[in-house]
């Protein structure tokens, strides 16, 4: 029987969209317009994901973890920062100098972010949340971002 990922199985699959984005960032030529289309994707995911982390998974792990507390302390902290650097790169053309040194401190930061993650704040979340728990929030989750996509494509200019 297949089962749909839970809360965690969810920002997971996130983490690896966002460390793919970040290899194609890295691996485009310095300068290219492609990386600033890449940073946009990369800044709509992340802005996304940490929303949903707030909502969804911080309270209940600030709530059910022992030391929850100061995970999610660091973890928002982390959130605020890397809206900082993406708003710092906003308007920035890949081809000005600012661009790179800012978005090496970006990636250095996301990358160092998902790795606390996925090595303390999941396995706690995992160890303190039954399965059925986890399961739940993963299906609200899911609902929300497809209300979220469905509202986006009925006054856009979609297909």
Same mark, same amino acid.
């Given at each position: 029987m297949s089962r749909r990922p839970d809360i965690l199985g969810e920002f997971t699959a996130d983490h690896r969209a966002v460390t793919e984005l970040l290899a194609r960032i890295d691996a485009a030529p310095d300068g290219a317009p492609e990386r600033g289309e890449l940073l946009a994707q990369l800044t709509d995911l992340?802005?996304?994901h940490c929303a949903a982390e707030e909502e969804?998974?911080?309270?209940?792990?600030? @709530?059910?973890?022992? +030391? +929850? +507390? &100061? !995970?999610?302390?660091?973890?928002? @902290?982390? @959130?605020?920062?890397i809206g900082q650097y993406l708003s710092d790169l906003q308007g920035l053309g890949p081809g000005e100098a &600012?661009?790179?040194t800012l978005y090496q401190g970006l990636a250095? !930061?996301?990358?160092? @972010?998902?790795a606390t993650?996925?090595?303390?704040?999941?396995?706690?979340?995992?160890k303190a949340l039954p399965a059925d728990a986890r399961a739940? !929030? +993963?299906d609200r989750l899911r609902a929300e971002r497809a209300a979220v996509a469905e509202a986006g494509t009925v006054g856009g200019a979609g297909p």
């Open positions: 992340l802005f996304s969804h998974l911080f309270p209940v792990v600030q @709530h059910d973890v022992a +030391g +929850g +507390g &100061a !995970l999610v302390f660091t973890s928002i @902290h982390e @959130h605020l920062a &600012a661009f790179d250095e !930061l996301v990358r160092r @972010h998902l993650e996925e090595e303390q704040v999941f396995p706690a979340a995992r739940a !929030l +993963g």
